[in-house]
């Protein structure tokens, strides 16, 4: 009985999918980044929009914690995303003292996909 509960409980986590469609907001206004997802191991490796802002995180159950970097501005930040079936919904701050909302579904808009995709994931 306990084998099947574990089954069940495995086969009812959602996967996390390696491309994403992210709208969300920040202290700017709007914006609206394709999200590209790799792992490694126990790690995920996250690229937004064409690689100016990367994270690492983990997931625990179904959410997925990110310590992030944008690598334009030199800001970080922390996300965590509920992972659902077809999309993530997360929050994050970048230490400002707010915190943020971003949804992202599954896919990416045609022509912003990053170039060096499957290569192995070296973060800067």
Known sequence: MLAMLVVLMLAASPT??????????TPQ???NLPLQIQNKGDNY?????NGEMQGIGFRKENRLSVAFVNLINNG????VYEI???SMQGY???GDGRIYQESCSIGLK???EKEDVGREVRMV
Request: proline share 3%; glycine share 20%; charged share 25%.
């Open 92 to 94: 994050w701050a970048g």
């Open 16 to 25: 996390i999918q390696p491309k994403y469609q992210c709208r969300g907001d």
């Open 110 to 112: 045609a022509g912003k």
């Open 45 to 49: 490796f996250l690229f937004w929009g």
């Open 84 to 86: 659902k079936d077809d």
């Open 76 to 79: 970080v930040g922390v996300i």
């Open 29 to 31: 206004g709007r914006y």
